[in-house]
């Protein structure tokens, strides 16, 4: 069975940094691109970043580009995100997603429960 | 960027009923659309897959069809366990891009 647990979310202020975490099993992780995609409280999903197999190319959308960095460690099975100088409008749930295959531009197959991720002074 | 237009916003249904959902695309993604349910707290579910593919394990009464801009995902047969939220997205090209979501009721 796929599982996708995310951790590290919290309240933290304007400007700051937090790094959040993904452990995954039930599938052989290395072989499978990666995501991040947030839902604002009350509101739609927004696509986060997503990285390929090796780690080696990532993508993001303008709004967390330069600020967000994702990564991975095949040998721990594990995705993470790094955000940096977060905003107000950056508070929502993460949720860790699995693509569906070794592509990024494929949907997402498998969801995390979501870590909630609150941006306030 | 492809915006993902979904609708309606919301709907309500009886049990039984037949009901679609629309989502229509700025620009032709050529069948790269997924659709996702997601219920009251939980997190999002694949539903269908490249337009019309039915993810393992869901119901057959969901379906999806549409070609170019426009695509749909239809629930034949209502029931008390589909009352949910729904998105579509695109998975044409980035960024990767959702609809706005429609409630779905039971009347």
């Known amino acids: 069975e796929v599982q996708l647990v995310e951790s590290g979310g919290g309240l933290v202020q304007p400007g700051r940094s937090l790094k959040l975490s993904c452990a995954a099993s039930g599938f052989t992780f290395s072989n499978y691109y990666m995501a991040w995609v947030r839902q604002a409280p009350k509101k739609g999903l927004e696509w986060v970043a997503t990285i390929s197999t090796s780690g080696s190319r990532t993508y993001y959308p303008d709004s967390v580009k330069g600020r967000f960095t994702i990564s991975r460690d095949n040998a721990k099975s594990s995705l993470y995100l790094q955000m940096n100088s977060l905003k107000s409008e950056d508070t929502a749930t993460y949720y860790c997603a699995r693509h569906f295959s070794n592509i990024g531009t494929t949907p997402f197959a498998y969801w995390g429960q979501g870590t909630l991720v609150t941006v306030s002074s | 960027d492809i915006q993902m237009t979904q609708s309606p916003a919301s709907l309500s249904a009886s049990l039984g009923e037949t009901v679609s959902i629309e989502c229509l695309a700025s620009e032709g993604i050529s069948n790269d659309l997924a659709w996702y349910q997601q219920k009251s707290g939980k997190s999002p579910q694949l539903l269908i897959y490249a337009a019309s593919r039915l993810q393992d394990g869901v119901p057959s009464r969901f379906s999806g069809s549409g070609s170019g801009t426009r695509y749909s995902l239809k629930i034949s047969g209502m029931q008390p366990e589909d009352e949910a939220d729904y998105f579509c997205?695109?998975?044409?090209?980035?960024?990767?891009?959702f609809g706005s979501g429609t409630k779905l009721e039971i009347k």
């Open positions: 997205q695109q998975s044409y090209k980035y960024p990767l891009t």
